[in-house]
């Protein structure tokens, strides 16, 4: 299930975790209708997020111990700087999308990022990777937007649903 490279998706992920708590301080303070409060579900995400890391590092440390060493551990990610680089570019799509997604707008970004995602984990099927990113995007902004009543990040399109 864990393997010894693990531990580049582990630090990753708590690096993300802790950062986004970093950022969320400020969401702490704000009052909400909500009696948990705007900073509850992602305060929740970004410790489980910890979590997840945490026991990414320890399993591929445990495997890189059992199979000789600390020699292994630095040489885990040149083995696989394949998967390295994947999770790097997720990473930067995830980075882009929060930084534009204020200003360019959910239906637009969205879909980049799901398709930027599929590209980087191999899919090259053109019609699979717009079909998906579509059909998502649609079907998500629907759900929060007109079920639920959320406000979504129109950015461009904000004159046309306001």
């Not at 079907?139 to 639920?148: D, E, N, T």
């Amino acid at each position: 299930m864990f393997k010894k490279t693990d531990w580049i998706f582990g630090s990753i992920s708590i690096f993300i975790g802790a950062a986004t708590l970093f950022l969320m301080r400020g969401l702490i303070s704000l009052k909400s209708m909500d009696p948990a409060g705007p900073a509850a579900m992602p305060t929740i995400v970004a410790w489980l997020m910890i979590l997840i890391g945490v026991i990414h590092v320890t399993c591929a440390v445990v495997l890189i111990k059992r199979e000789g060493g600390k020699s292994e551990l630095s040489n885990a990610g040149k083995k696989d700087s394949g998967g390295t680089q994947k999770v790097v570019m997720i990473c930067v799509a995830c980075v882009g999308y929060y930084f534009l997604l204020e200003k360019i707008g959910y239906i637009f970004m969205t879909p980049l990022l799901i398709t930027a995602i599929m590209l980087s984990v191999g899919e090259r099927q053109a019609r699979k990777i717009a079909a998906t990113s579509i059909i998502t995007t649609a079907f998500l902004f629907c759900v929060f937007y007109f079920a639920l009543k959320v406000n979504m990040p129109l950015g461009l399109l904000d004159s046309l649903f306001n």
